[in-house]
């Protein structure tokens, strides 16, 4: 396969961060996910509580991604937008990634070696999951659907100036409820087995 870049937006609760990571171990390439913002941040030198892991586990384990880059100012938003775009375009150009969430979508529209995904699931399907695998309560799970849903759905219209999901925008949108974790990561990884497919392999 040649080099590629595959950018994964999705639902909350429709697994799409671990279908992310699978398809990573499946396509044998790096996984992006939030140390992207991280590592923007310790460029910037900011405070470790604007996107840290630590912050998170103390608001319950998930409402800090309801806010991916914190509650800082407007001018610090923009800093840490800016570093982590610059890390999603280097790590794009240096090696064949999966990148997770963070407008990777929107930064890297023109390169032609990139494939976007859009993930999602039927409700009923998100609120199991947050009650199953994410071992979170029915109340909380539902407050988290409807809360990240929005954020995520702001963040993105604000930088890029499109829905993550826009069919004008995506190459795939699929229902993880259909396949699973494993089968979606499967059906992704044969997809991108015949879209980056090097006819140099043939050869000999």
């Not at 140390?35 to 892991?53: H, M, R, T, Y």
Request: charged share 25%; glycine share 6%; with cysteine.
């Amino acid at each position: 396969m040649k080099k590629f870049v595959i950018t994964i937006n999705r639902d909350f609760g429709s697994l799409g961060r671990p279908i992310a990571r699978r398809l990573a171990e499946l396509l044998g390439v790096e996984y992006y996910d939030r140390d992207i913002v991280e590592e923007a941040a310790k460029k910037l030198n900011l405070p470790v509580s604007v996107i840290s892991e630590e912050e998170e586990k103390k608001a319950s384990g998930f409402f800090g991604m309801m806010f991916p880059l914190g509650h800082d100012t407007q001018e610090h938003q923009k800093a840490v937008f800016n570093a982590q775009a610059d890390f999603i375009r280097k790590a794009a150009a240096k090696e064949s990634c999966i990148i997770v969430g963070r407008c990777a979508d929107y930064l890297l529209q023109d390169d032609p070696d990139a494939m976007h995904v859009y993930i999602y699931a039927p409700y009923a399907d998100r609120l199991a999951n947050c009650v199953g695998p994410l071992h979170m309560d029915k109340a909380v799970a539902k407050k988290m659907i409807a809360g990240v849903d929005k954020a995520r759905s702001a963040y993105h219209r604000y930088w890029a100036g499109y829905e993550a999901n826009d069919p004008d925008h995506v190459h795939i949108i699929i229902n993880s409820a259909l396949l699973e974790v494993e089968g979606t990561a499967q059906a992704l990884a044969a997809v991108a087995r015949v879209r980056f497919s090097d006819p140099s392999d043939e050869k000999g």
